[in-house]
């Protein structure tokens, strides 16, 4: 067996769910949180982590994942966690069937209009690694205005392993 991207896939689906689980939990003041830059704050980070995934597939298929309900366009309140987690749910499973895909480099222009070439296999290393950071953003935003962040050791690798065998 070769050593591939899909248990790194699963993994950050895995994480991704927890923290959206965990805002959940949280008071809504919590959704507006933020470290250092007040434009920059967990309501606003998470929507990016979902919604810059969703533009990875993209890149690398061709097309938009399906999710289901109407697109999350802001999360304004607890209560559109729950349609964020659906859509992340359908978004991070289209990665991961697209690691199926063979590595090809794949030509596009990016938001500035210029044309660039990128591995399929580097646009899925660099969805893994987005969502990472931003959840570690998360985590500080939090617990930098007082709630209770996420445990990022609690999204660990070490720690999917152990729940999912």
Do not use: C
């Amino acid at each position: 067996m070769s050593i591939g991207l899909e248990r790194l896939l699963k993994h950050m689906a895995w994480a991704n769910q927890l923290t959206i689980k965990h805002l959940a939990t949280l008071p809504e003041d919590a959704l507006k949180s933020f470290a250092t830059n007040p434009e920059w704050f967990v309501a606003e980070i998470t929507h990016h982590i979902i919604d810059s995934a969703d533009a990875y597939a993209f890149r690398i298929t061709g097309k938009r994942p399906e999710v289901p309900g109407e697109a999350i366009q802001e999360i304004e309140k607890i209560a559109d966690l729950e349609a964020l987690a659906k859509q992340a749910a359908a978004i991070d499973a289209a990665l991961l069937e697209s690691a199926k895909l063979d590595d090809e480099l794949l030509e596009f222009k990016n938001y500035s209009g210029n044309l660039v070439k990128r591995w399929r296999s580097t646009i899925l290393s660099q969805s893994i690694h987005h969502a990472t950071e931003h959840r570690a953003q998360i985590a500080s935003a939090l617990e930098a205005k007082g709630f209770k962040p996420v445990n990022l050791d609690d999204l660990d690798l070490w720690s999917y392993e152990i729940s999912n065998g």
